[in-house]
Nanobody
Framework: QVQLVESGGGLVQPGGSLRLSCAVS????????MGWYRQAPGKQRELVAD???????NYADSVKGRFAISRDIAKNTVYLQMNSLKPEDTARYYC???????????????WGQGTQVTVAS
């Protein structure tokens, strides 16, 4: 079982920035995909961004050009840099890791506890 520890959430004003971190308990080079998801009250959890083995990235249309996912292999950590934040970005953000393609395709994988991001003036 992969352990994930997220950090970096908080309260920020519209237009501000935050960087989320997700520390992974194993060598991330052995992991197929790592991603960030979010869930706002009353809404379904949605993909924000993920990074697939080899470095290919995917982003939700709503965050393209504002958010960037990256990873530090030496630290076994995946990041989500969030710029130009909007009130509609308010949600609980979760880190997810899929060890294999099968996990990724089936939705199985390891989830973190989540970190709250609130964008308000």
């Amino acid at each position: 079982q992969v352990q994930l520890v997220e950090s970096g959430g908080g309260l920020v004003q519209p237009g501000g920035s935050l960087r989320l971190s997700c520390a992974v308990s194993r060598n991330i080079l052995t992991i197929y995909a790592m991603g960030w998801y979010r869930q706002a009250p009353g809404k379904q959890r949605e993909l924000v961004a993920d990074i697939i083995t080899g470095g290919r990235t995917n982003y939700a249309d709503s965050v393209k050009g504002r958010f960037a996912i990256s990873r530090d292999i030496a630290k076994n950590t995946v990041y989500l840099q969030m710029n130009s934040l909007k009130p509609e970005d308010t949600a609980r953000y979760y880190c997810k890791v899929d060890r294999t393609y099968t996990d990724y395709a089936s939705g199985l994988g390891s989830w973190g506890q989540g970190t709250q991001v609130t964008v308000a003036s």
